[in-house]
């Protein structure tokens, strides 16, 4: 079993025009970074994205718009861009907005075996248009489907050469979801440890998710927002 | 006087109760956190995937890793806990979070909210609100009264795109506080110096008014 790639242009070489991505991260803490600028050198195009947001102008899948690589984004919270916002008015980009848990919890439902899930996010909103409502103990629910992407693609803190993960701080977020959700799962790692590293007790994604991965290099994480207080 | 963001902040912390795990959106709500009372322990969750939030890191001890839902660089506390975003919003829906405090554009008076899309305009995405709504037990909702055309934001039905539907319990505004019950829109108090006959005539339904409506403390 060899799940080592040398880097992120060897890990995302075979993936191709119009294919479904999953991308980890919430803004830009836990974006994989290394394999977004392979992308963007790939320049493939026709892409779904689905990641909880679009990144920034300059930075995260904002990379892949400004390059025009990205067909339809879902997302729960795309704020931030103002090129996302430009192709969105233009009509060159197809976008559906999902609640954030909603997005999570369809993630995990692909890694879990799950067709679809019941939540009540949503009920009588315009969310809900066209979807199942189900009455559960006298609440409304919506189903929704386990989504079916190509990749996922994601960043941890620590990884080992069976693709057993751990995350750091709040860069956890969607990553363990979306590397349980994909036909193939491409994880970049800061730190890449010997098995037998990582103590057992403490994985977050068990290697059997994952497909790929690598070590990642310069990683820049830039902070969206510095907040600090004074002492 | 009518109250500023950090007065209606401080009458909602007054809503906090010892033990409580509380959900915090972005904007005034965030200012709840600086007016908990003495004594009070609080929780306070962060959907994407922190229990525990503590305050702004020093400056050169903010990491890119560890942010709140807003994006905004932040610190642990002792016996914080860091989890994924399907269990976030496990809790959320699970009925583990208490109380949940957020900004709304609009509200009717059968505790429907919305605050995520005007139409015509650009759209940012509701983020976890509509999840935060669907599921919380106790919502109140942080706002100004009127809007900046001075229209009233307390409405019969809301007009923009729902957030979701019968579930605001109460509604703190920089004039009143406002419970919604089963026949409608009720007051509660007042701000300081503000009359009923001013709060009636900036709310665009029916205002529920029993005795004499005290003024707000602090």
């Known amino acids: 079993m060899n799940k080592l790639y040398k880097n992120a242009d060897d890990a995302v070489k075979d993936i191709q025009d119009g294919q479904i991505l999953m991308l980890g991260g919430f803004g830009l803490c836990g974006i994989p970074e ?8 790939k320049a493939v195009k026709n892409l779904t994205c689905i990641s909880n947001n679009a990144g920034v102008d300059d930075f995260g899948i904002g990379l892949m718009l400004q390059q025009k690589q990205v067909k339809k984004m879902i997302a729960s919270y795309v704020g931030e861009n103002a090129e996302f916002e430009r192709q969105l008015l233009s009509g060159e980009l197809e976008v559906e907005l999902i ?16 067709p679809a899930i019941f ?9 809900a248009v066209g979807k199942e409502v189900r009455n559960f103990n006298g609440k409304d629910y919506l189903m929704e489907y386990a989504f079916d992407a190509d990749y996922a693609i994601v960043k941890a803190w620590k990884g080992d050469k069976q693709g057993n993960l751990i995350y750091k701080d709040t860069a956890r977020n969607f990553n363990p979801l979306m590397a349980m959700a994909g036909k193939i799962t491409i994880a970049e790692v800061e730190e890449l440890v010997e098995d037998g590293e990582l103590d057992p007790n403490f994985i977050h994604t068990p290697g059997v998710y994952v497909h790929r991965i690598f070590k990642g290099e310069n990683y820049e994480k830039r902070i969206e927002q510095k907040t600090i207080r004074k002492s | 006087m009518a109250l500023n963001k950090f007065q209606i902040a401080q009458r909602i912390a007054k809503e906090l109760q010892d033990g409580f795990y509380v959900n915090l959106g972005i904007g005034i709500p965030t200012l709840v956190a600086n007016y908990i009372p003495l004594g009070i322990d609080v929780v306070l969750q962060s959907e994407n995937g922190l229990l525990g939030m503590g305050p702004f890191p020093i400056e050169g001890e903010e990491s890119a890793d560890l942010i ?3 994006k905004q660089t932040i610190t642990t506390l002792p016996a914080s806990s860091i989890f994924d975003s399907a269990m ?3 809790m959320i829906r699970s009925g583990k979070i208490n109380l949940t405090v957020l900004g709304a554009m609009e509200v009717s008076e059968h505790g429907d909210i919305a605050n995520w899309k005007i139409p015509g305009k650009m759209v940012k995405g509701m983020g976890g609100a509509m999840d935060l709504v669907a599921s919380a037990k106790n919502i109140i909702v942080a706002m100004m009264h009127t809007n900046p055309a001075g229209e009233s934001k307390l409405l019969k039905k809301c007009s923009l795109p729902l957030t979701g539907t019968n579930c605001v319990k109460k509604i703190v505004t920089d004039i009143a506080v406002v419970e919604i019950t089963a026949s409608g829109f009720k007051l509660l108090e ?8 001013e709060i009636m005539s900036k709310t665009a339904a029916n205002l529920i008014v029993e005795g004499s409506i005290p003024e707000m403390k602090f």
Do not use: H
């Not at chain 2, 007042?190 to 006959?197: D, K, L, N, T, W």
């Open chain 2, 190 to 197: 007042r701000a300081p110096g503000v009359s009923v006959e």
């Open chain 2, 68 to 70: 709140n839902a807003g």
């Open chain 1, 99 to 114: 609640p954030q848990g909603t997005l999570a919890t369809r993630c995990m439902a692909t890694g879990y075996g799950m």
């Open chain 2, 88 to 90: 976030s919003f496990g």
């Open chain 1, 34 to 41: 290394n394999c977004i600028t392979a992308l963007v050198k």
């Open chain 1, 119 to 127: 939540t009540p996010a949503g009920v009588g909103t315009e969310v």
